[in-house]
């Protein structure tokens, strides 16, 4: 019995316009020159900051602290290169999660990297031990607790636990960037290169270049809301600057700044050859310089994010970056997916 | 308007198929509505609302129907489908919203709607009476996170909630705050007094495989449609039955299948004579059609953004798609110029 005897007869595939545009190119531009590289930068910075950490643990010293702390720095823009992507190598094993589980709307992290440090918990020490724990306590909230938290500064004249355990976390965070980049390197980078009827996670080269443009685009919705209006709202007064990520490190701002980069190194890679009439990829860059123009003085300020999210010309600022952020995000999910006939269907969005 | 949309025939006049269904809909000027269509796919009531709707649910005496909002869903609008128009909405209570699904009581007194009580991140089912104009007079746990959809079962007294498992705020829409300890679960609830009757889960390697869409079908077997949150290459079965005394069985054995739903089954819908059971998957723009008694898959079918699916008449289907189109079971495919939401619900 032909149940679905109607449906049978229409045959749809993707539009037009997705099948025409030769993709592959700009998906391989993307892959070797920004995506994978990516991956082996933070690869390297983390093996670096592993390095910093423990030489923090043997010979504790004012020097060695400061050395560790810069290097968070640099891990957070590292990771920043890494961000969007939350499908392949990623994907796997919870390893984004690993990394950076936030927002942590419960406080499931903090509660217990303090209830780690309190109790002096052993099994918190040794990368293969602290695998098995909550993903909120291996990855880069939970070091910058170690590194910045209260009761840190001591790190400087005491290693013992505390020390051990930010390295052992250093350690996690740089097996999980060398993982994800030997994946990339060895075998995602091929499955994104090659879309077909056999490629379980790409049938078209369409849906490759779909999940970066995508990544770009939701990376610009979470910094917008997530990291900036969610955090400043609608006042200094209401504003609440310990919901933003890693206000203890100073590295909010650098990391949102450092996300626009990102967004930006993709959406210059290579659509733009793609695109009949390039205006909409040359307003979503204008709104990105426009977070920038917004966000550099505080850059360059120097008081902590707590302080800079209730002064009133410095969260005028904040404020104002929020918009430029929305306009990205619509005009790369929309505009700019929607003239190369990358548009999500109607019904395919998360969950429903 | 999708491709090929012209070589299809005509709608036929409405009133053709007594049969009515339900559905929200985005209108072609972008506004949010629901929709009241015949059996031929002839739309005969909109009403506008606020935010895209879900999930449908019909009062036993074919009456009364609401239509829930999209979750985080702040509303649900009453409809009069005698008269076939809009009578009252009604809203979840401030520390609540809708998840986007619903059903009545089997008296018709009392509408129960899968509800997230967001800052304790469980899940809850509302209990709302109707003579009242939809009071809130009650609340009992799904025994889960992230609850989805929800039916009465043919029993009368036992609601099946699928808990999807997935965590959200209304203050991070959307986003999934907890996918690395997600644990989905099936619940029958006895409707009466909120009772836990049964609960199954996955296996700890399916933690991450959210049951979200259920229907009843063949001895008091729950088809279940999923979706994986895991890696988009890694093969799971994305469609399972739950029974009270045998747990949930997955239907193992269709990787090839399962491999063109993109992870993702929007839709499960059971045909009136409980023989087949359709699945449907809008990113993958699958509709897979099931064998109840032999629990295989049936056929394929392609149709692009296709979710919404009811029974209609005695053994088949209608199906909608986000991209306009009505499929009904034995008339002419109908475009229409609406985006079509991801369920049906038959009058």
Redesign the interface.
């Known amino acids: 019995?032909?149940?679905?005897?109607?449906?049978?007869?229409?045959?749809?595939?993707l539009?037009?316009a997705a099948q025409e545009k030769p993709f592959q190119p700009v998906v391989e531009a993307l892959v070797r020159e920004v995506l994978v590289p990516a991956y082996d930068a933070f690869a390297a910075t983390a093996a670096e900051q592993a390095a910093l950490t423990a030489a923090l643990c043997e010979a504790p010293s004012q020097a060695a602290l400061d050395a560790a702390r810069g290097g968070f720095g640099a891990l957070i823009g590292a990771f920043a290169g890494i961000e969007p992507y939350r499908?392949?190598p990623a994907?796997?094993e919870?390893r984004y999660?690993?990394l950076f589980?936030w927002?942590d709307?419960?406080g499931r992290g903090l509660r217990q990297v303090q209830g780690i440090i309190g109790g002096e918990d052993d099994t918190a020490v040794g990368v293969e031990s602290l695998a098995n724990k909550?993903?909120a306590v291996q990855g880069l909230p939970a070091l910058e607790f170690v590194l910045f938290g209260t009761g840190s500064d001591e790190l400087a004249t005491i290693g013992g636990f505390r020390c051990d355990y930010g390295a052992t976390i250093a350690g996690a965070i740089a097996a999980v960037g060398e993982v994800m980049a030997a994946e990339w390197n060895a075998e995602f980078a091929g499955?994104m290169l090659n879309s077909g009827p056999d490629n379980?996670?790409y049938r078209s080269d369409a849906e490759a270049l779909q999940d970066i443009l995508q990544a770009a685009a939701t990376q610009m919705e979470?910094t917008g809301?997530?990291k900036l209006a969610?955090v400043v709202r609608y006042s200094p007064e209401a504003a609440r600057p310990k919901r933003a990520a890693f206000w203890r490190s100073g590295q909010t701002l650098p990391m949102v700044s450092a996300n626009v980069a990102t967004v930006r190194s993709i959406l210059e890679g290579g659509v733009g050859d793609l695109l009949e009439d390039d205006v909409s990829l040359r307003g979503a860059l204008f709104e990105l310089s426009q977070i920038d123009r917004a966000l550099t003085p505080l850059l360059e300020d120097g008081r902590p994010f707590v302080e800079l999210a209730v002064d009133p010309d410095a969260h005028r600022r904040l404020a104002f970056a929020v918009s430029p952020a929305a306009a990205a995000q619509a005009l790369i999910a929309e505009r700019i997916q929607g003239a190369l006939g990358l548009v999500?269907?109607?019904?395919?969005?998360?969950?429903? | 308007m999708?491709?090929?949309a012209a070589s299809?025939i005509p709608f036929r006049a409405a009133g053709a198929d007594e049969a009515l269904f339900l559905a929200g809909c985005?209108l072609s000027d972008g506004q949010d509505a629901a929709a009241l269509f015949d059996g031929a796919g002839a739309i005969v009531a909109v009403s506008p609302i606020d935010a895209r709707g879900?999930g449908g649910a019909v009062s036993p005496d074919r009456r009364v129907g609401v239509l829930f909002a999209?979750?985080p869903g702040q509303f649900a609008v009453v409809f009069d489908l005698n008269a076939r128009r809009r009578v009252g909405a009604f809203a979840p209570p401030a520390e609540r919203r809708f998840a986007?699904h619903g059903a009545f009581s089997s008296d018709g007194r009392l509408l129960y709607a899968t509800e997230n009580d967001f800052e304790a991140?469980r899940g809850v089912v509302g209990v709302y009476d109707v003579a009242a104009g939809y009071r809130r007079v009650g609340e009992f746990a799904t025994h889960g996170v992230g609850p989805?959809e929800m039916l009465l079962m043919r029993d009368g007294e036992t609601l099946a909630v699928a808990n999807?498992g997935?965590a959200t705020?209304p203050?991070?829409?959307?986003?999934?705050?907890n996918?690395?300890f997600m644990e989905p679960s099936l619940a029958l609830i006895r409707a009466s007094d909120g009772e836990l009757l049964a609960r199954a889960a996955l296996p700890e390697r399916l933690h991450k495989l959210?049951i979200?869409h259920i229907a009843e079908a063949g001895g008091a077997e729950i088809w279940l449609g999923m979706?994986f949150e895991?890696?988009?290459?890694e093969?799971v079965p994305l469609v399972g039955r739950f029974h009270r005394d045998r747990g949930i069985v997955l239907n193992e054995g269709w990787g090839g299948a399962y491999?063109r739903l993109?992870q993702?089954v929007?839709s499960v819908a059971a045909?009136r004579d409980g023989a087949?059971v359709?699945t449907t998957s809008?990113?993958g723009?699958m509709?897979l059609?099931w064998d109840v008694a032999t629990r295989r898959l049936?056929?394929e079918?392609?149709?692009?953004?296709?979710?919404?699916v009811a029974a209609q008449g005695s053994?088949?289907?209608i199906?909608t798609?986000?991209?306009g189109?009505i499929?009904?079971?034995?008339?002419?495919?109908l475009a229409t110029d609406v985006?079509?939401?991801?369920h049906i619900r038959a009058v």
Not at chain 1, 344 to 352: I, K, M, V
Not at chain 2, 171 to 177: G, V
Not at chain 2, 230 to 233: A, I, N, T, V
Not at chain 2, 301 to 308: E, I, K, M, P
């Open positions: 019995m032909r149940i679905l005897v109607a449906a049978v007869a229409v045959v749809f595939a539009p037009a499908f392949g994907a796997r919870n999660e690993r589980f927002p709307r419960r909550s993903v499955t379980d996670a979470l809301t997530q969610a999500a269907g109607f019904n395919a969005l998360d969950g429903d | 999708a491709g090929g299809l985005r879900h999209r979750r986007g991140e989805h999807g997935i705020h203050d991070f829409p959307r986003m999934k705050l996918l690395p959210s979200r979706q895991g890696p988009p290459d093969r491999a993109d993702y929007g045909s087949t359709v809008p990113r723009g509709a059609e049936r056929a079918h392609r149709l692009a953004d296709v979710s919404g053994a088949g289907f199906l798609t986000g991209q189109l499929a009904p079971a034995d008339a002419p495919v985006a079509w939401d991801n």
